[in-house]
Nanobody, 123 residues
Framework: VQLQASGGGLVHAGGFLRLSCAAS????????MGWFRQAPGKEREFVAA????????IYADSVKGRFTIVRDNSKNTVYLQMSSLKPEDTAVYYC?????????????????WGQGTLVTVSS
């Protein structure tokens, strides 16, 4: 499976962005999906994840209530809807997939990754 992340850009604090992660090569209907991010000089961290049925979402405490992971299996695409953005959300965002019902919050449990898309939030 190949993942193509897109939708990043420059936004002011308090703004909204929707990231997309389009899959090719296999349907996502039997894959759990997750989003991670890596800020400059920091390690990659977990953001959000779902189950292959599209429910069972979990979120990092830092984004809970502001970010939402949504999937559209008919389009083989997973989205990360980000609202009330803060400068500390600035990072390269990666989508990842796992060939299991639920991938969880650990990067090592994901089997394949997209290339990342940069989100910059100005104050």
């Amino acid at each position: 499976v190949q993942l193509q992340a897109s939708g990043g850009g420059l936004v002011h604090a308090g703004g909204f962005l929707r990231l997309s992660c389009a899959a090719s090569g296999r349907t996502l209907s039997r894959h759990a999906m997750g989003w991670f991010r890596q800020a400059p000089g920091k390690e990659r961290e977990f953001v959000a994840a779902d189950t292959w049925s599209g429910g069972g979402w979990i979120y990092a405490d830092s984004v809970k209530g502001r970010f939402t992971i949504v999937r559209d299996n008919s389009k083989n695409t997973v989205y990360l809807q980000m609202s009330s953005l803060k400068p500390e959300d600035t990072a390269v965002y990666y989508c990842a997939g796992a060939t299991r019902f639920f991938g969880g919050s650990l990067a090592r449990d994901y089997d394949y990754w997209g290339q990342g898309t940069l989100v910059t939030v100005s104050s």
